[in-house]
C-alpha cells in the first residue's frame, strides 16, 4: 500500500487563491518531501520537512508536519496559473533510509 | 545545475521486444534511481544503485534488469517487453550523503503494443 496519500486527488481554484493538500503516512519517517511534476515531465524537488522540525517555508510555499497524525500539508499561497501541475509527498521511512515512497499524488488547477 | 536526461521522452516497442531506457546525470551523483509511473499509484521504485556496479531491487523489480557500467549512466532493461511494462519511466539521481533529494530526469513515456 501507499506510504504516503495524498488529499484531495484534485483541486481546482482561482488565480490568488491558497491552495492546500494534504499528505498522510503510515511508518515513522527520517524525513518528508514535496515534489511538483507538470504536465508528462520529471519531478522538480520543492522542499524537505525532517521528522524533528514542524513547519518550514520557501518562497510561496509553507509546509507543515504533525508526526503524532503521521500528516503533513502543503500551502501554496497567492496561487499563479503557472503552479497548475500535480504535488507528490514523498517520505523516507525509518530506519531504512535508503529509498523514497512517494504517494499518488494531488491534481492542482490554478484557473487564471 | 544538475541535469538528468533520458535517452527517449516516447517509445513504441511490440511485446516480446527487448527494449533500453537510458539515463546519464552530469553532477557525480553516487546514488542512481529507476521508478515507473501510473495514474492513481504514484512512483514505484524498480531498482536503484548506489555505486557503479552495484544494484538493489525496489518495489517492483520484476520483468526488469539495469546495468551501471559507469557512475554517470544508469540504464533500466526489459528483457521482453508486455504489455503491462506500459508506463512513465522516470530516472532520478542524489549525493550519497544527501540520498533523499533526488532530481528527476523528464521521463520517457513508453508504449508496449
Known amino acids: 500500500s501507499q506510504q504516503g496519500e495524498e488529499d484531495p486527488q484534485a483541486l481546482s481554484i482561482q488565480e490568488g487563491e491558497n491552495a492546500t493538500m494534504n499528505c498522510s503516512y503510515k511508518?515513522?519517517?527520517?524525513?518528508l518531501q514535496w515534489y511538483r511534476q507538470n504536465s508528462g515531465r520529471g519531478l522538480v524537488h520543492l522542499i524537505l520537512?525532517?521528522?524533528?522540525?514542524r513547519e518550514k517555508h520557501s518562497g510561496r510555499l509553507r509546509v507543515t508536519l504533525d508526526t503524532s497524525k503521521k500528516s503533513s500539508s502543503l500551502l501554496i499561497t497567492a496561487s499563479r496559473a503557472a503552479d497548475t501541475a500535480s504535488y507528490f509527498c514523498a517520505t523516507d521511512p525509518y530506519p531504512y533510509g535508503n529509498k523514497l515512497v512517494f504517494g499518488a499524488g494531488t491534481i492542482l488547477r490554478v484557473k487564471s | 545545475d544538475v541535469k538528468v536526461t533520458q535517452s527517449s521522452r516516447y517509445l513504441v516497442k511490440r511485446t516480446g521486444e527487448k527494449v533500453f531506457l537510458e539515463c546519464v546525470q552530469d553532477?557525480?551523483?553516487?546514488?542512481m534511481f529507476w521508478y515507473r509511473q501510473d495514474p492513481g499509484l504514484g512512483l514505484r521504485l524498480i531498482y536503484f544503485s548506489y555505486d557503479v556496479k552495484m544494484k538493489e531491487k525496489g518495489d517492483i523489480p520484476e520483468g526488469y534488469s539495469v546495468s551501471r557500467e559507469k557512475k554517470e549512466r544508469f540504464s533500466l532493461i526489459l528483457e521482453s517487453a508486455s504489455t503491462n511494462q506500459t508506463s512513465m519511466y522516470l530516472c532520478?539521481?542524489?549525493?550519497?550523503?544527501?540520498?533523499?533529494?533526488?532530481?528527476f530526469g523528464p521521463g520517457t513515456r513508453l508504449t508496449v503494443l
Open positions: 520537512i525532517r521528522s524533528n522540525e
Open positions: 511508518t515513522s519517517i527520517n524525513n
Open positions: 532520478a539521481s542524489a549525493k550519497i550523503e544527501n540520498r533523499v533529494e533526488q532530481f
Open positions: 553532477m557525480d551523483h553516487e546514488n
